[in-house]
């Protein structure tokens, strides 16, 4: 092209560029941080989990071929049953799908990496760990038995006595951390640094599905951490949160779970239906029919799957108008789910399919993923699901909602952009023969366990009598099962050996729409020579030079002048280009991070609390340093002024060339010299987090107030009202400090910033040390009554965030000193105000609905 560079100069650029974004090499790439690396990592760990997974299933499977055997006795039965559940669900089909998501993202939406990227990598190193610490109660012979929903009582002390529990626990509970980053991690991506033109109505209909799938792992598994840290707490300080003698209710448990387990079937589902979504499009040679119906119903799905929990709970003895509500409910769902099932169907039948590989998984998933939505259908009717409940047909119905909504999603996905990754191409033969297999195998295990379910068959039973009718089904089963294990071996055996005997790709081989077929095959760590500026929602399809120009450097970005990893901060709907991302490079500080809170989670499975506390004061430590190198840190942000007055240079938008050159030249400053950005996003998507784990914990107050059947509460509050009033009075002090000093900042005014911060530093320490003074003074038998072990939790949950709160707040004064925060450089204290104010809000709230309103009703019951 006659605009382009010099050859020679473009090269250059390209070399710098790799330099900057390059991982380390040998043991050093441990410390990598690249969106494309961590990707990888995920979705190779977790088809490892899935091959572990895979292995129980057939020893499950050889156990029930034939009646009466005793190949595995009830116990070890019971482990792989729990196993096989918890590592597909936990250790398989989120990780694989956020793996997947972190691979492709910045690809495309245009840009050089996700935002927080050390976030990344410790979400893979939490996984990792956590994984590790959940199978290795299988290989120690202490696995759980409970079942992967870990129901209480029988996961309680009194029936799971032993460790196994207790490792299912804290290990989940490590891989939901990595689940929670992702979600942060994802989420705010999306919005803050697409490509300059790809408005919201122009993102990837992949982008929308993995942005509401980000928003539920948000707001959905803060209630299973509540969960599992409550259970935890019972089993190893004796706090009866799930002993009805106590006042508690093993059926709060199940809430907690299903409040987390329902959507998890959408969380999985989703990203599942947007690698469809992206196939069908290019396969059928035309665009999506209703794009925006498909964003709507999306949307929907995510917010309906929050109302279906109770969907799992029909037969525990719930009132009969909210079984009525559920089931409603639960039939709704399918409405935005047949939405895009209609829209898929419609591409195909207005375009020219070519059934290529990715495109025959795809066809299977149509066809079993319908199957399943019917049977869903049918469990949601409450009078039948009293029937079934229990039996092989919610099995069946499981499996064939999640193998084949997820699996055969996820498989066609990985042939469709196995090229971008590899620059190959897999065989299509060895992959038909893959597809066939599974396919037959899959529909012949699981279609025929709907009957057996029908004639009775309970789930959960290690064998059964001869003659029930259930034989010859059973061992048809068990052959489909092997069947499909040889089908998903072939697949696998085709995705290894194509990077060393697959076919060269040629650019774009399947003549695809989106951002990440520009690139090059393999992609290099940086993505883009230059940064993508887009003005419709195919760009390759409307703009067939848009490759060309991105590698001759013609777009944003085409050098690393300052020597850090940049890339381009958009607005959130409109995708114009406000600020520049200095994101960090390679960092053992993740590794580091987990492998402390690794340690604190062996130290607590071994009852070695010193050594656990000493832990997560290290992790503390490790995670303060961690953000001690942020914002106006030299290292973030090399084009500081040592002088606060001094003017801040800031980076030019380069001229685009070609088509595109609306909104050249613009000045676009670096993050850390404005007042928002990413980290201020991700402080506000995590106190939604947050705050879904606290209306957690409030549901569980409540529930256990209203339905626990030995409920008791003392006539006197733990603590007196005044006392927690006047409490509350310097954290309200610091906020209202913190908050000024905020708006004066955005004006440019940092006159006695450092005092200022000192003076809101000291009245949150004063706030933090009274309320120690009354959580030391409060008379709660938490070991006795589940009403005092409530209180307990909700005190040690505000101490700990007024605590972090406090030192946040005195790192910012701390900063100021060394020159990280001014006039010039306003941006971290915009990112810890969220925190003061989700913070004061629920301390008040906890005062009132905790503490005042237990006592206010007491007193009205006495009237």
Not at 320 to 335: G, N, R
Request: proline share 6%; aromatic share 14%.
């Amino acid at each position: 092209m006659s605009d382009a560079k010099p050859a020679s100069s473009q090269s250059e650029a390209v070399s710098h560029l790799a330099r900057v974004w390059g991982n380390l090499p040998g043991w050093g790439s441990l410390a990598a941080v690249n969106h494309g690396t961590i990707g990888l990592r995920f979705m190779v760990t977790g088809m490892i989990f899935f091959l572990v997974g895979g292995v129980l299933a057939m020893l499950l499977r050889t156990q029930l071929a034939l009646p009466e055997q005793d190949i595995v006795s009830a116990e070890t039965y019971g482990q792989l049953f729990t196993m096989h559940g918890s590592v597909m669900m936990f250790l398989f089909a989120i990780p694989v799908l956020e793996g997947l998501a972190i691979y492709l993202i910045p690809k495309m939406i245009g840009a050089r990496d996700l935002v927080f990227p050390r976030l990344s990598a410790l979400g893979y190193y939490c996984y990792l760990f956590g994984g590790i610490i959940i199978m290795s109660s299988l290989l120690l012979g202490i696995a759980p038995d409970s079942g992967w929903f870990m129901y209480t009582p029988l996961s309680s002390s009194e029936f799971a006595p032993g460790p196994g529990s207790d490792f299912w626990l804290l290990g989940i509970t490590f891989v939901e951390i990595s689940a929670m980053a992702a979600g942060i991690e994802l989420t705010v991506s999306i919005l803050c640094s697409r490509a300059k033109g790809m408005t919201l109505s122009r993102m990837p209909l992949f982008c929308w599905y993995i942005l509401v799938m980000a928003l539920m792992i948000v707001f959905g598994f803060p209630p299973l951490i509540l969960a599992s840290i409550l259970l935890e707490l019972e089993r190893a300080a004796g706090m009866p949160f799930f002993t009805v003698a106590a006042g508690g209710d093993p059926l709060l448990w199940q809430h907690l779970f299903w409040l987390f387990g329902h959507p998890e079937v959408y969380i999985i589902f989703l990203p599942a239906a947007g690698i469809v979504s992206t196939l069908i499009p290019v396969f059928s040679g035309r665009p999506i029919v209703g794009y925006r119906w498909i964003v709507i119903a999306v949307i929907l799905t995510g917010f309906i799957s929050f109302g279906l929990w109770v969907h799992h709970m029909f037969t525990v003895g719930i009132p009969q108008l909210a079984q009525a509500f559920f089931s409603v409910a639960s039939m709704l769902v399918a409405i935005p789910t047949a939405i895009q099932v209609f829209a898929w169907l419609a591409t195909l039948w207005r375009g020219k399919v070519d059934f290529q590989l990715p495109m025959l998984w795809v066809s299977g998933f149509l066809v079993i993923f319908v199957c399943g939505g019917l049977t869903g259908v049918m469990l949601a009717l409450v009078p039948f699901n009293w029937q079934v409940h229990d039996t092989h047909f919610v099995v069946a119905h499981m499996h064939y909602v999640l193998v084949g909504g997820m699996f055969f999603p996820l498989i066609a996905g990985l042939y469709y952009w196995l090229p971008l990754a590899s620059g190959r191409m897999p065989s299509p033969v060895i992959g038909r023969w893959g597809f066939w297999l599974t396919f037959g195998g899959f529909n012949l295990t699981f279609l025929l366990m709907h009957l057996t379910g029908l004639l009775g068959m309970p789930r959960r039973v290690y064998t059964y009598e001869a003659g029930l009718g259930w034989d010859s089904l059973n061992l048809l089963s068990s052959i489909g099962s092997f069947v499909m294990a040889i089908g998903i071996g072939l697949m696998l055996l085709d995705l290894l050996l194509h990077f060393w005997f697959g076919q060269r790709a040629s650019v774009n081989p399947w003549k695809a729409d989106t951002l990440e077929w520009t690139l090059d095959m393999p992609p290099a760590q940086y993505n883009f020579a230059s940064l993508p500026t887009v003005s419709s929602r195919h760009p390759l399809w409307d703009d067939p030079q848009l490759a060309e120009r991105i590698a001759a450097g013609q777009e944003g970005l085409a050098e690393a002048n300052s020597g850090l990893r940049e890339t381009y901060g958009t607005s959130a709907i409109s995708a114009q280009r406000e600020r520049l991302f200095h994101l960090p490079g390679n960092s053992w500080l993740p590794l580091y991070s987990a492998m402390t809170l690794a340690v604190v989670c062996i130290s607590l499975l071994s009852r070695w609390y010193v050594l656990a506390l000493l832990a997560v004061v290290l992790t503390i430590g490790l995670l303060l340093r961690w953000s001690w190198e942020n914002g106006g840190h030299p290292s973030a942000a090399p084009l500081q002024s040592s002088d606060p007055g001094q003017r801040i240079p800031v980076q030019k938008e380069p001229v685009q060339k070609g088509p595109v050159q609306k909104g050249a030249g613009q000045e676009l400053p670096l993050e850390s010299r404005t007042i928002d950005g990413p980290g201020r996003w991700g402080m506000i998507v995590t106190m939604l987090a947050n705050g879904a784990l606290y209306m957690s914990l409030l549901f569980g107050w409540f529930y256990l107030w209203t339905a626990a059947p030995q409920w008791s509460a003392p006539d006197t509050g733990p603590l007196p009202l005044w006392l927690l009033l006047l409490c509350g009075v310097p954290a309200s002090i610091a906020l209202w400090l913190f908050h000024r000093l905020c708006q004066r900042l955005a004006v440019g005014d940092a006159q006695q910033l450092q005092r200022q911060l000192w003076l809101s530093t000291g009245f949150g320490l004063l706030h933090f040390l009274m309320l120690l003074v009354l959580f030391m003074m409060a008379p709660l038998d938490y070991t006795e009554s589940a009403h005092d072990a409530v209180l307990m939790v909700i005190l040690l949950y505000l101490l700990g965030h007024a605590g972090l709160a406090t030192v946040l707040t005195a790192m910012q004064a701390l900063r100021v000193a060394r020159g990280y925060v001014s006039a010039s450089l306003p941006y971290e204290p915009q990112v810890i105000k969220p925190l003061w104010f989700y913070y004061l809000a629920v301390y008040w709230i906890s005062v009132a609905l905790f503490f005042m309103l237990p006592l206010g009703w007491g007193a009205l019951c006495c009237i």
